[in-house]
């Protein structure tokens, strides 16, 4: 995916190899579709255009791996906090 070897996933470059054939088959063994990719890309895009390999690898090992209870309640928790920040900030204002 990454054609010019810098390390980086620009969206021209992950668009064109959704196209290959190969890597068709290779999203298809995972289970994936391209819709399911092309918001996978969009999620870890931070607005730039671009993604890290690094990412994009962690984040497909990532979603193949079942995710355990604890996972859950970690997120959950996390979101409870940030949902209490933004109340106190609004509470502030």
């Given at each position: 995916?990454?054609?010019?070897?810098?390390?980086?996933?620009?969206?021209?470059?992950?668009?064109?190899?959704?196209?290959?054939?190969?890597?068709?088959?290779?999203?298809?063994s995972?289970?994936?579709?391209?819709?399911?990719?092309?918001?996978l890309?969009?999620?870890?895009?931070?607005?730039?255009?671009?993604?890290?390999?690094?990412?994009?690898?962690?984040?497909?090992?990532?979603?193949?791996?079942?995710?355990?209870?604890?996972?859950?309640?970690?997120?959950?928790?996390?979101?409870?906090?940030?949902?209490?920040?933004?109340?106190?900030?609004?509470?502030?204002?």
């Amino acid at each position: 995916m990454d054609s010019t070897g810098d390390g980086i996933i620009s969206e021209d470059e992950f668009l064109e190899a959704l196209e290959n054939p190969e890597v068709s088959e290779f999203l298809e063994s995972l289970g994936m579709s391209k819709q399911e990719m092309q918001s996978l890309f969009s999620i870890l895009d931070d607005g730039g255009g671009n993604i890290s390999w690094e990412e994009f690898v962690e984040a497909i090992v990532r979603l193949k791996r079942a995710p355990r209870e604890s996972d859950i309640i970690s997120i959950e928790r996390g979101l409870a906090q940030i949902k209490a920040c933004v109340l106190r900030i609004e509470s502030s204002k």
